[in-house]
């Protein structure tokens, strides 16, 4: 037996909306059956546009009843039922949100008559339920309402229903099918043919523009994660509609996607990638004399045209900075802004401060170990190569920092030896050092956890 359900909402995704309507019709896999029907209250102002598409208005929905209130019928209705929608994760994910705040815990198979139309009906200019009714000669009456468009989407069932010579719908009600998390308008091979491997994304929509570049350690996880998760963005349906086919590019290690997927970002700029498109936060480490004469530090977020002595990515990332010079040149702990303790330092207890912070070591002494730190920092950086996991055992991926910045990434054969800069620079892939790469580099050196290091 399934449920064939059709909502109206305040907007496009379950977390933020609520639903408006709702209309539920049973079938038996021969004809319909029992019908259900309501308008409900969402407790929230419909937006004008929304009123504008369904015509359901402020007033039509204040005296009607709340979804707790006809949760149990609509539970009802539902239960033991197959789920039955045209885009049958935008519908499946309002309704389950609503019992969510009934207190029903609710769960069952779903079938979507976009991916099956799809399959049952192939070539179709367009799979939208107005676009499939018109070519199968079904008139619409009440368009963009819960009756309106059930009825019309009962009908669609029931030609998909005679015409799966191919077992498709039995097919998508497998255990572990994946059918149902899908995208309506994504092919499952090429879901099913994307690798378990580090790499970048990209979807697509139907004329082939990218629209969302992404990174992953596990790229069919992180994609299945997207589809299947509840995340905002990823409830809404402008994106899950729009994505019609999946590209990938392996880089072998999560270190060379994040670098990648920040360069191909900015490369395209992707409609859905917004993160990238705005100012990164960055953590600067400042100098500065206090009254007394000794050189000290703070650590604060970066601004527009202020030149800190080093940018990092986390505030952590530069307190470990600082800690990791407090070590190298016996520097006091408190004047580096790492500590706020009364009375001396606790690096004094192990003679690595020299008791600056009380005015035991003059500020001359003291500042000549503050200026040679500072011109390690300004000095010219190291060219060297970080070497990771490459895209197959017999290979290995290389970063290369030229002089202090990053100059691009790329990959070798597994036993080439890297001795020059002259090398390295005919195995990458020459890139554009941005402060979202300036970052990730940064971090990393800070914290290399087990990738090769290579001097040049």
């Known amino acids: 037996m399934y449920a064939i359900v059709d909502i109206e909402t305040t907007g496009g995704y379950a977390e933020n909306h609520r639903i408006t309507e709702i ?19 969402p407790d929230r102002n419909i937006p004008s546009y929304i009123t504008g598409l369904t015509g359901i208005t402020n007033e039509m929905v204040s005296t009607a009843p709340r979804f707790e209130e006809i949760a149990n019928d609509v539970f009802e209705m539902l239960s033991g039922k197959v789920f ?71 009908q669609v069932f029931d030609i998909l229903i005679k ?11 497998k255990r572990n099918s994946g059918e149902t998390i899908l995208p309506p ?29 992404g990174k ?11 589809f299947s998760g509840d995340a905002r963005e990823w409830s809404r349906q402008n994106i899950r509609n729009e994505i019609h086919q999946i590209r990938y590019e392996l880089t072998g290690n999560e270190m060379i996607a994040l670098i990648f997927e920040s360069q191909e970002i900015r490369r395209l700029w992707p409609k859905y990638n917004q993160a990238q498109k705005y100012r990164v936060e960055e953590w600067g480490i400042y100098p500065y004399e206090d009254r007394n004469g000794y050189l000290r530090f703070s650590v604060n977020t970066v601004m527009r045209g202020s030149q800190p002595l080093v940018r990092l990515s986390t505030k952590g990332d530069a307190w470990n900075f600082l800690w ?9 702990p408190k004047l580096c802004g790492l500590q706020q303790t009364k009375g001396l330092c606790f690096q004094h207890q192990t003679g ?9 070591e003059s500020p001359k002494k003291y500042n000549k170990r503050i200026q040679k730190m500072l011109d390690s920092i300004r000095q010219k950086g190291e060219s060297l190569v970080i070497l990771g996991k490459g895209r197959s055992a017999q290979e290995k991926s290389l970063i290369f920092i030229k002089e202090g910045s990053y100059f691009g990434h790329g990959f070798a054969d597994r036993k080439q030896s890297i001795n020059s800069v002259e090398e390295v620079q005919k195995l990458v892939r020459p890139g554009v ?22 001097t040049l």
């Open 216 to 226: 992953a350690a596990n790229i069919k996880k992180r994609i299945a994660g997207h």
């Open 84 to 154: 039955v929608a045209h885009n049958a994760h935008f519908d499946y994910s309002f309704l389950k949100k609503e019992f969510e705040h009934a207190g029903i815990t609710w769960q069952t198979k779903k079938l979507c008559t976009v991916r099956l139309s799809r399959k049952i009906i192939p070539g179709l200019r367009s799979y939208s339920l107005g676009s499939i009714a018109d070519s199968l000669g079904i008139k619409i009456n009440n368009r963009h309402r819960a009756s309106g468009d059930a009825e019309a989407t009962v």
């Open 324 to 332: 990791e010079k407090v070590h190298a040149y016996e520097l006091c």
């Open 352 to 360: 690595e401060c020299h008791g600056a912070c009380q005015e035991i």
């Open 185 to 213: 308008n994504l092919p499952k091979e090429n879901f099913d043919a994307l690798p378990a491997k580090p790499g970048v994304y990209y979807f697509l929509n139907s004329r082939g523009s990218v629209i969302y570049v």
């Open 433 to 454: 050092e941005t402060p979202t790469i300036h970052n990730l580099v940064s971090s990393y050196l800070a914290n290399v956890k087990g990738e090769e290091v290579i």
């Open 23 to 41: 209309a539920i019709v049973h079938h038996d896999g021969l004809q319909p059956g029992k019908t259900y029907r309501a308008l409900i209250n």
């Open 163 to 173: 015409r799966d010579n191919e077992g498709h719908i039995g097919k998508a009600l």
